[in-house]
């Protein structure tokens, strides 16, 4: 039987440009921690070998700072790791493949041509376990390099570590089908390139393995690795899958019905309902879209209830898309001055841009105080 670990799109030094500058540096930080989680947990699981799909850096640009942690702890790990580089870390001339010497347990695939390794063990005897993996030269890879090619030895576990894009047929990231992955009979394919995996191939013969720290609300959910297990006997193989979460934090995506609320308070109190009935913590990045019917004269200051401390979250950002509760039918047919209001502003109110239906919705508010002479 082997143990493996399957990691991929860790995309250390990522900007995190979309959070303040200190959020950032700290998202980068527990980034690298993430990372140093799955080396600690794969060495504690007695795992023989690590693959890493791709992507394992976000670009060009890798800090002394990441290089330092990541050879200390591939050396710590001191069994085999196999990198196939992705499109964010094509090993292209002057990348940090080239510029790096790994420790000696690690390989790193460097030509998009497929190359098949025999795994040794400590005394240099033959494991049964081949590895085969390419690499990305540049951002593009539009052939699937094994295609017409098969795994030689079917007596052996047969491993394929590859950075593809199975969601998209014209892919310009590695396109592969189900049919390339059947065709070329690994016992198992460590996939990377989709953040959030799908379900793994029928029989476990192919997983993505996602993303081990979210970096966007486009990644929502706690996020991991993959433990693999394999086990062969006359040439039949069992593989078995247990996913890990690693990451330090999560991206939730929610929304609050604000309808009936008379105060900033109560719309305070339903945001802490909905972030405890969900299980937010202070490992959570949460984007809020309040919604529903509010009073005309309640307006709703989105900076003064996004501080994410009072809700022990992590981060929170607010939108609001509530809508003042007066009837839209009767504001309609309105023959005074606040239906010549709605009329005016309907268009924008339903404008597909959300910023200019919020902005929209800010005036209508203000219009209709005004006009009824309470306070803004
Ligand atoms: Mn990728």
Redesign the pocket.
């Known amino acids: 039987m082997i143990r493996i670990l399957h990691t991929a799109?860790v995309h250390l030094d990522s900007p995190f440009s979309g959070l303040p500058p200190r959020c950032a540096e700290m998202r980068r930080n527990e980034l690298r921690q993430t990372f140093v989680s799955m080396m600690t947990a794969a060495k504690r699981a007695d795992c023989d070998l690590i693959l890493i799909a791709?992507?394992l850096f976000d670009g060009a640009l890798v800090t002394r700072e990441t290089v330092r942690m990541l050879c200390r702890e591939f050396e710590d790990f001191g069994r085999p790791i196999f990198v196939a580089p992705?499109?964010?870390d094509p090993a292209s001339p002057g990348s940090v493949w080239q510029k790096v010497t790994f420790p000696d347990n690690v390989h790193v695939f460097t030509s998009t041509d497929p190359e098949g390794i025999d795994l040794a063990d400590e005394n240099g005897g033959d494991t049964g376990v081949t590895v085969y993996g390419y690499a990305f030269t540049g951002p593009d890879l539009t052939e699937v390099p094994f295609e017409g090619m098969r795994a030689d030895d079917p007596e052996r576990i047969n491993l394929l570590v590859c950075?593809c894009d199975m969601l998209g047929a014209n892919s310009t990231?590695c396109p592969v089908t189900a049919a390339h992955l059947a065709a070329f009979g690994a016992d198992y394919a460590a996939l990377?390139?989709i953040h959030n995996p799908p379900a793994a191939g029928p029989g476990n013969r192919y997983a993505y393995c996602g993303c081990p720290e979210p970096r966007a609300f486009d990644e929502l959910g706690p996020k991991g690795a993959l433990f693999v297990e394999i086990e062969k006997e006359d040439g039949v193989s069992t593989v078995s899958l247990r996913r890990v979460r690693f990451s330090r934090r999560r991206y939730e995506k929610g929304e609050v019905d604000c309808t009936g609320v008379a105060s900033l308070a109560e719309i305070r109190e339903r945001i802490g309902q909905k972030a405890a009935a969900e299980g937010w913590g202070d490992d959570t990045l949460a984007q809020v879209r309040l919604t529903g019917f509010v009073p005309p004269s309640l307006l709703i200051d989105t900076e003064a209830l996004a501080d994410p401390r009072e809700y022990g979250l992590f981060s929170l950002c607010l939108t609001d898309s509530t809508r003042p509760d007066a009837d839209p039918e009767e504001l309609r047919s309105d023959p005074g001055i606040r239906g010549a209001i709605w009329r005016e502003m309907e268009s924008e109110l339903n404008a597909e841009d959300p910023r200019r239906r919020e902005v929209a919705l800010r005036a209508l508010r203000y219009a209709l105080c005004a006009v009824a002479g309470d306070t803004v």
């Open positions: 799109d791709g992507d992705g499109n964010h950075h990231d990377g390139h």
